[in-house]
């Protein structure tokens, strides 16, 4: 069993940035592709980022390409997404979530555990 908690979110003015966090439970996180994923009212769950076990390899969706960037500290537990150049369309809530089997997907459905969300607003 692992839990995710994520933090970071906030209001920010467009163009500016946030740094999200997700610290997961657990002994086994660096067995774990971890992603991120973003929620918008009334639409449905986005893929936005995945990152590998290691952190060396990631995967961004096309509308955060250049702008986002995620990483992770497997001694601390923690996976982050650094966002930049924020837009208004970024307004969501982010997800973080955690595949056992690493498979590095972009599909919600191949992620086990799941954290609660962080809010992040844009304006214009």
């Known amino acids: 069993q692992v839990q995710l908690v994520e933090s970071g979110g906030g209001l920010v003015q467009a163009g500016g940035s946030l740094r999200l966090s997700c610290a997961a439970s657990?002994?086994?996180?660096?067995?774990?592709?971890m992603g991120w994923f973003r929620q918008a009212p009334g639409k449905v769950r986005q893929f936005v980022a995945v990152i590998n076990r290691s952190g060396i390899s990631t995967y961004y969706a096309d509308s955060v390409k250049g702008r986002f960037t995620a990483s992770r500290d497997n001694a601390k537990n923690t996976v982050y997404l650094q966002m930049n150049s924020l837009k208004p369309e970024d307004t969501a809530v982010y997800y973080c979530?955690?595949?056992?089997?690493?498979?590095?997907?972009?599909?919600?459905?191949?992620?086990?555990?799941w954290g609660q969300g962080t809010q992040v607003t844009v304006s214009s």
């Open positions: 979530a955690a595949d056992p089997l690493a498979r590095f997907s972009i599909y919600a459905t191949e992620y086990e555990y």
């Open positions: 657990g002994r086994t996180f660096s067995r774990y592709a």
